[in-house]
């Protein structure tokens, strides 16, 4: 039930952008991503429902596949607050209401 | 928006005694909530899911008679970790599904010692 996401850990310049990746081997009825700082509960940053969505806000956006087994969490021009653990994660109706995160993906910002 | 709380914040204890965790959905009934672990540096992991009125179902590996959940109201379910050990020593959250979201707790940490 847990998406895998890839890369397990990147670090970059601040300025830089990150491509974050979540691949299941079925088709997710959803798709959330989270950021979690040090210590902290993991804060919401977005959702798709719809195969083919792309949304964004800011500077971080975010796309679900067609075939909805692939999400991509894009960041551009990254500041340093960036910096945490990123989770995807699917709930609803697919999974028994029962929300899977992914297995985590560290990012670090340096100036 | 939809708020659940969660306490204590962080809690130390002696091994072989037990620890409560609540957590409460504040404007909203929550019929179903979800209790995960989060050992450092990993992934939280799914260790239950709390049915209001009924029993709660436990992800496979989980041992049900060690960690003990209660939901007797539709704004409260308790995580007790009975009999604790240093192993138990993690990040324990609780979320509730709103609508097509989920809402965490801000957690609870255990150390036990």
């Known amino acids: 039930q847990q998406p895998v996401q890839s890369p397990q850990a990147v670090i970059l310049r601040e300025g830089e952008d990150a491509v974050i990746n979540c691949s299941s081997s079925?088709?997710?009825?959803?798709v959330h991503w989270y950021r979690q700082k040090h210590g902290e509960a993991p804060v919401f940053l977005m959702i798709?429902?719809?195969?083919?969505e792309q949304k964004g806000h800011e500077k971080i956006s975010a796309s679900f596949n067609e075939k909805k087994q692939q999400s991509s969490l894009y960041l551009t021009a990254s500041q340093l607050s960036y910096s945490g653990t990123y989770f995807c994660g699917t709930g609803g109706t697919n999974t028994g209401n029962q929300f899977y995160f992914g297995t985590g993906t560290s990012l670090t910002v340096i100036p | 928006g939809a708020v659940v709380s969660q306490h204590p914040s962080w809690v130390i204890c002696k091994s072989g005694t037990s620890v409560k965790i609540e957590c409460r959905s504040l404007d909203f009934q929550a019929t179903t909530m979800f209790w995960y672990r989060q050992f450092p540096k990993q992934s939280l992991m799914l260790m239950a899911t709390s049915n209001e009125g009924s029993k709660a179902t436990y992800e496979q590996g989980v041992e049900k008679d060690k960690f003990l959940i209660n939901h007797a109201s539709l704004t409260l379910s308790t995580l007790t970790v009975t009999s604790a050990h240093p192993e138990d020593s993690s990040f324990y959250i609780c979320s509730a599904r709103t609508g097509h979201g989920y809402t965490f707790g801000s957690g609870t940490r255990l150390t036990v010692v």
């Open positions: 079925k088709a997710l009825y959803s």
């Open positions: 798709l429902l719809k195969g083919g």
